[in-house]
């Protein structure tokens, strides 16, 4: 059944040379339509080089992505159309924007191709998912919590058929942890591809059917989760094992 | 989309940090554009007052302004980018870039603060445009037009992809400069010539040429990757710092602060070779003094800004406010008097008086004195356009301004010595008193 799912995304031969002493190199990669995948691996091992590529961010020297035929850099707006990113950093917000405005901005940007009226009434029902009520707040003046709440509405407004995520968990309370899950597995079921980028194995082995390992810049493993799990117990005894024989 | 999205790319720009940020805004904008309105109509009927030749060219008065629209436009950017750092401007860049956005609009919001101040520069310098064409008897259109594609070509000047580091920026600027103005000398002295009946044309295509900064910028738009931290170039120091350098130190690793010194150095060592290559005997002590003085303030704004705005780790934990305080004057003296040892060299080949020499020293040191006072009020950050342009105009203008109401140019230099320096003590009185007070009204809402 797995198997037979469309090929949407593919990553082929990348190369990106983010100094002279790191380079990230991923010889091919897929994303099924309606998958969820987590790109795991130790602090500085190019987890978000990677995220920040799949979303068009840095433009490889050598390889591609192409999502869904169309190569990520040459069809640029509409690859981007089609891909929504929740970033793990504040720094991607408009600190002094509300978040009414910076909603307002965004539904103004893809009103182009989707109804306003549509988008509002999506970012009303986002908020209310992820128990978000502080929209009259400046968004430097939210809690880093509500921050990740804005982008993760931020990233699923326009309803894309990719969700990038950086680190998903980071800063929301136990309830958003679960609300955020659940809205992520509707729209798995509904067809979005979901790719994470975490340091939690316990969070990925449970929410992805894939695992990508990255090491120093190269991928160590590719395997699906269930496969993992049963040849060695858990993602966290794998990836110490597969640390350990690396190193 | 359009005002939404300009909306936003302007208030990050020019109102960060605000509470109120559309309302700081428009107050910030209604300012600017006031400012130059009235100190452009100023200036633009002191012009009238001056003794413009009747007889000048009209080819020449294009000419003229074309240069001063390219000279103002680039000096003013230089110094922005100089003390700007990339970092924040690509946080707004990369926001831009996870939209779904066409390459025309993303290149478009990139440049528009830019095109914002150099509108302001724009609008101050058409009041002197029109004064100064009105005096000689032409109409003010073409001298307009010529000063604005001046002011517009600097910046695609700027943009040109071989001009990546600051100092390189700096010096073809200064070159480009430079050859402008030989040319200029040389057809004012062959101008029947017939080689030289072609110099004004080439000078105007020199200038516009530089226009295709734009064309470059816009193809590599979107085939850049995001800045990368590990592009950062750090300053590599010894691990073993003593205490009392760790502010020297702190300066020498922010990539701001060492390239705005650099370029203050530069641009000092340019102005005084000119100078010197040019007519020394011309120059005039109050200029001297006023170049100098601005160059140190506009580099001394910039040192507050290294120090967080609002929580002062520096100051509680590590040391006490004195001690910051010592730290940032000492730097702050130590760097005016290197920025302006080039004019000072050149003003003691001209009066080699020491009374003299200490005016200009002094002077220069105050305009870092008064820079740092600016800074310490407005604490320009890394990435804050408005308030680093703001503090960059306030510093200059109050080191334009002071000497002027106490007529220091005018007095003798014991007077001269004693303004400068009583307007030092009462900046660093001033300095002491905000930075008190902030850490005393920390964690209060």
New interface residues.
Partial sequence: MRQRREIVMTVDELR?R??NT?QLHVPFLRFMAGGSVCIVGANGSGKTTLV?TL?????PREGSVRVSGLNA?DE???V??AVG?IPDDD??L????TAAEFF???V??????TSKRLLEKRVKELANELLFESFHS?LGSLSHGNKKKVQIIAGLLHEPNFVVVDELRNGLDPIAIARAEALLRRKQIGGTSIIAATHDLWWAERFAEEIIMIRRGHVILNDYTREIVAKSGSLEARFMEVYDNVA | MLPSLARMVLIAAFARGAHRPAKQLALRSLLGLGAAVVFGSMFGSAITRMHIPNDLALALLIVIMMLAGFFSSGLVLLTMIAMKHDVRSDELICILRTLPLCKNLRWFLGHLPTVVVITYLGVFGTFLVVAASRTVGYWPGLAVIAFWLGLYSAYGFLLLPVLNRVLVRVAAFFGMIFLLMKALDWWLQNSTHVVGQHVPVAICCAVLLANLGYWFDWCSTGTKSKSMASSVVYLKISKTIPQQLWFSARLARNERTRNSLLTAVLLSSLFAAGFWVRSSSQVSQSLVMLLGSILSATFACDVRGVVTRYKPAEQSILWSINALLKQEGLITLLASAVIGLPLTILWLANDPSFFSIVAVISSHLAGGVIGLLVGTVLVPAAGEMGTQFLSGVTASGLVVAYPRVMSLHEAGPALQIAGWLSVSVTALVLIYGIEKTRRKRYGYA
């Fill in positions: 990106i983010r100094s790191f920040e979303v068009g961010l840095i433009i850099h640029e707006v509409s981007k159309r990113y720094a991607w408009i600190a002094e924007l307002d901005l965004l103004s940007v893809h009103a182009q191709h400046q």
